[in-house]
């Protein structure tokens, strides 16, 4: 079983809808989750971050964690085509992230 | 923000030699760096966490002394691949531990493309 499983991409959504990302972990001691964008060639940048269950929102992103269940997603509003990448989960365990697959954001213009 | 600068962004070398990859926090001290090595179309996978002043700690399958990494320093760990092969080539990745100071979780160096002929 993986440990960090990432709903299968490609996802492609019209610009102005909501990109709906999910994540499962296997590690229940997981305290820390991040989310990651990567664009092509390049190394993750950072989207959000969330430590607590429930929702956490920033700017066009909603993260929301569930521990119990061991869930993690993520939401963009009001897709734009330069969200266009691929988008990495990764809890954080004993200060080592852990990343799943990730799934790749096509928005079309 | 806290910068993690790695160089250099690209290298092909040939089977048999030796590179060296570095990475610098700019403007904090990094005591904990990791290694990544990420094949296209999938994920980041965790080589080794290196600690300052300390040996380097390798996830298992990654051979200590094909990849050598050294943390002399708080701002400089390298990642020297030995006796490089094809299947060696890939995109390798550093991260630091972002010091408590308001910032959040890791920060990434920009990666290294390693191609080997």
């Known amino acids: 079983q993986k440990e960090v499983e990432q709903n299968s991409g490609p996802l492609s959504v019209p610009e102005g809808a909501i990109a709906s990302l999910n994540c499962t972990y296997s590690?229940?001691?997981?305290?820390?989750f991040f989310w990651y964008r990567q664009y092509s060639g390049k190394s993750p940048e950072l989207i959000m971050s969330?430590?607590?269950?429930g929702d956490k929102e920033d700017g066009r992103f909603t993260a929301q964690l569930n521990k119990a269940s061991q869930y993690v997603s993520l939401l963009i509003r009001d897709s734009q085509p330069s969200d266009s990448a691929t988008y990495l989960c990764?809890?954080?365990?004993?200060?080592?992230?852990?990343f799943g697959a990730g799934t790749t954001v096509t928005v079309r213009a | 923000g806290a910068v993690v600068s790695q160089h250099p962004s690209w290298v092909i070398c040939k089977s048999g030699t030796s590179v060296k990859i570095e990475c610098r926090s700019l403007?904090?001290?990094?005591?904990?760096m990791f290694w990544y090595r990420q094949f296209p179309k999938q994920s980041l996978m965790l080589m080794a966490t290196?600690?300052?002043?300390?040996?380097?700690?390798?996830e298992q399958g990654v051979e200590k002394d094909k990849f050598l990494i050294n943390h002399a320093s708080l701002t400089l760990s390298t990642l020297t691949v030995t006796s490089a092969h094809p299947e060696d080539s890939s995109f390798y990745i550093c991260?630091?531990?972002?010091?408590?100071?308001?910032?959040?979780?890791?920060?990434f160096g920009s990666g290294t493309r390693l191609t080997v002929v």
């Open positions: 969330i430590y607590s269950n």
């Open positions: 990764a809890p954080a365990n004993d200060y080592k992230l852990s």
């Open positions: 403007d904090f001290q990094a005591t904990t």
């Open positions: 991260s630091a531990r972002l010091p408590r100071t308001g910032n959040d979780g890791y920060t």
């Open positions: 290196s600690n300052e002043g300390s040996k380097a700690t390798y």
């Open positions: 590690d229940r001691v997981s305290q820390s």
